[in-house]
C-alpha cells in the first residue's frame, strides 16, 4: 500500500508571522474593545476597528514596511489567518444561534417575514438605482451597467449576522423579543443575499438558472432534513453528551454539531454560516441543562476567536482612495442610502406587523450592521471584475460604518422598549447559563 507524499510543513517564520499577527490582533481587539466600552460602546465597535490600525488605512500610511512584513500578500500566509477567522465566525454563529428561543420565532414568524422582507427588497431597489447613477465613478471600466447595479443592490441588502450576534450579546440584548426578531430576520436576509450573490456570479454562463435552482433546492432540503431528523438526531447526541460528569463531551459534540452544519451548506454552495446558525438553533433547542454547560466554550468564543474574527475583517480595507473628492461623495451618498433603506424597509415591516415606533427603530438599527458579510460579498466582485478597488473600498466602508452606528441607535431605542415578562424570563434563565463565563462585576452594555 502506497502512502501520500508528505506534505511540506509550514516554515518557521511563516508560523512566527501567524502567532505575532493573531497575538496583536487579540491585543489590540481586547484593549480597544474595552476603550468602547469606556465611551459607552460595546466592545465589538473597538474591535472592528482593529483592522483600520493595523491595515493600509493607518499603519500601511505610517510605516509600510512594517505593515508588509506583519500581512505579506502572499496567499500561503494570508489563508492562515483565513482560516482561523473562518473557524471563528462558525463558532460564533452557532453560540448565537444557540440562543434564538425557536417557540417565540416561530409564534412571530410572520412579523419576520414582514421585517426580512422589507429590510431585504428597499434595500435591494435602493442598491440598484445608486448603481446606476454613480456607474461612471464607481465601476471599472469594462463593467456592464445593469451587472453592478444589481450587484451593488445585493451589497446593500444584506446584513452580517456574526456582527449583529456580538452586537446583540455585548448590549446584553439576545433575550429581548427585538434580539431574536433581529437575528431571525437578518438570516432571512442573508440566505436570500447569497442566492442573488450566487446568480450574479454564474450570469456570464448558461447555467445561471440551474444555479439558483439547485441551491435554492439545497436551501429547502437542508432545512427540511435539520427539522425532520438533525433536530432530534443533535438533542440526543447533546443529552447523551450532558449525562457525563465531565463539561468535555457536551463542548466537542456542540462544536463538531455546529462544524458539520456550516460543512453542510457549504457543500450545498451556500454560505457557511448558515448551516453553522441552524445548527446552533438545534444545540439550543436540547435544552436548558444542556445550553448552561456550553458556558466554557461561550467564553472562549466571545472572548478570544471573535475578537480576532473582527479584528481582522478590516484589514483588507484602504481609506486612502477616499481622498479623491468624486469618490468621497460617492461614497456618502452610498453610505446615505445604504442606511436610510435598510431602516425604512425594517420600519415598515415592523409598523406592518404593529410594532412599536422604538422597536422598529431598533430593528433597522440592528438590521444595519453589515460587517463581515457585506466585505465578503465586496471581496467576490472584485475577484470576478464587477467591482473596482474604489468601489471595493467603498463597499467595504459602508460596511464598517453601518456597524459601528448600530450599536448606539440600539441603545438609545431599546432603553424605550419596555421588558415584557417572558423576556424576563428568557433574561433569567440566559443569566443562569452565562454565569459560568461572565464576571459578576462586569457592566452591562444595554445600561
Given at each position: 500500500?502506497?502512502a ?7 516554515s518557521?517564520h511563516?508560523?512566527?508571522?501567524f ?12 484593549v480597544?474593545?474595552?476603550?468602547a466600552n469606556r465611551?459607552g460602546m ?9 483592522g483600520?490600525?493595523l491595515g493600509?488605512?493607518?499603519l500601511?500610511?505610517?510605516?509600510p ?7 505579506p500578500h502572499e496567499?500561503s500566509?494570508a ?11 462558525i463558532?460564533l454563529v452557532?453560540v448565537?444561534g ?5 417557540k417565540?420565532?416561530r409564534t412571530?414568524m410572520?412579523t ?7 429590510a431585504?427588497?428597499?434595500?435591494l431597489a ?5 448603481g446606476?447613477a454613480?456607474f ?5 471600466e469594462?463593467?456592464?451597467?445593469p451587472?453592478f447595479?444589481?450587484?451593488?443592490g ?13 452586537t446583540l450579546s455585548?448590549m446584553g440584548?439576545?433575550?429581548r423579543d427585538?434580539?431574536q ?5 437578518g438570516?432571512f ?7 442573488l ?5 454564474a450570469?456570464a454562463?448558461t447555467?445561471a438558472?440551474?444555479?439558483?435552482t439547485l441551491?435554492m433546492a439545497g ?6 432534513l ?6 432530534r438526531?443533535?438533542r440526543?447526541?447533546?443529552?447523551r ?5 465531565d ?5 466537542a ?7 458539520l ?9 451556500l454560505e457557511a ?9 438545534c ?7 444542556v445550553?448552561a454547560?456550553?458556558?466554557?466554550l461561550?467564553?472562549?468564543?466571545l472572548s478570544?476567536l471573535?475578537p480576532?474574527?473582527?479584528a ?5 480595507m ?5 481622498a479623491?473628492?468624486?469618490v468621497l461623495?460617492?461614497a456618502?451618498?452610498v453610505l446615505?442610502?445604504a442606511v ?6 425594517a420600519?415598515?415591516?415592523a409598523?406592518?406587523?404593529r410594532l ?11 438590521l444595519?450592521?453589515?460587517g463581515?458579510?457585506?466585505i465578503v ?6 475577484q470576478?471584475?464587477i467591482?473596482?478597488?474604489t468601489?471595493y ?6 460596511a464598517?460604518a453601518t ?7 440600539l441603545?438609545l ?8 415578562a417572558e423576556?424576563?424570563?428568557r433574561?433569567?434563565?440566559y443569566?443562569r ?7 459578576p462585576?462586569a ?5
Open positions: 500500500m502506497l501520500y507524499a508528505p506534505v511540506p510543513s509550514l518557521s511563516q508560523l512566527l508571522l502567532l505575532l499577527q493573531v497575538s496583536l490582533l487579540l491585543l489590540l481587539a481586547r480597544l474593545g474595552r476603550l465611551v460595546p466592545a465589538v465597535a473597538g474591535e472592528l476597528l482593529v483600520v490600525v493600509p488605512s493607518l500601511g500610511n505610517v510605516s514596511s512594517l505593515q508588509a512584513w506583519l500581512f496567499p500566509q489563508h492562515l489567518l483565513d482560516a482561523m477567522s473562518q473557524f471563528a465566525v463558532l452557532g448565537t444557540a440562543h434564538i428561543d425557536v417565540a420565532v412571530r410572520g419576520v417575514v414582514r421585517v426580512g422582507l422589507g431585504l427588497l428597499i434595500p435602493a442598491g440598484l438605482g445608486v446606476f454613480f461612471s465613478a464607481l465601476a471599472p469594462d463593467a456592464e451597467r451587472l447595479a444589481l450587484f451593488l445585493v451589497a446593500l441588502c444584506v446584513s452580517a449576522i456574526p456582527v449583529i450576534a456580538k455585548d440584548l439576545l433575550h427585538v434580539g426578531l433581529t437575528l431571525a430576520a438570516m436576509d442573508d440566505a436570500a443575499g447569497w442566492l450573490l450566487s446568480v450574479i456570479s450570469m454562463t447555467t438558472g440551474g444555479s439558483l441551491r436551501l429547502v432540503g437542508f432545512l427540511l435539520m427539522r425532520l431528523v438533525g433536530l438526531l443533535v440526543a447526541v447533546l443529552r453528551s450532558a449525562d457525563s460528569p463539561q468535555g463531551p457536551v463542548l459534540s456542540a462544536a463538531v454539531v455546529v462544524l452544519g456550516a460543512a453542510a451548506t457549504q457543500a450545498l454552495g454560516v448558515f448551516g453553522a446558525f441552524v445548527a446552533g438553533v444545540v439550543g433547542a436540547a435544552g436548558p441543562e445550553r454547560r456550553l458556558a466554557p461561550r467564553a472562549v468564543v478570544v471573535a480576532v474574527f473582527l481582522a475583517a478590516g484589514l483588507r484602504d481609506l486612502t482612495a477616499l479623491d473628492p468624486p461623495l460617492s456618502l451618498a446615505v442610502v436610510a433603506s435598510k431602516f425604512l424597509g420600519y415598515l415591516g409598523y406592518a406587523s412599536t415606533h422604538w422597536e422598529g427603530i431598533a430593528l433597522g438599527a440592528g444595519n450592521a453589515r463581515v458579510v457585506e460579498v465586496a471581496t467576490v466582485g472584485l470576478i471584475g467591482l473596482s478597488t468601489s473600498t467603498v463597499v467595504v466602508l459602508v464598517v456597524s459601528l452606528m448600530a450599536p448606539p441607535v441603545r431605542s431599546m432603553r424605550r422598549v419596555e421588558q415584557n423576556e424576563s424570563l433574561a433569567r434563565e443569566d447559563e452565562w454565569n459560568a463565563d461572565r464576571s462585576s457592566p452591562s452594555a444595554e445600561g
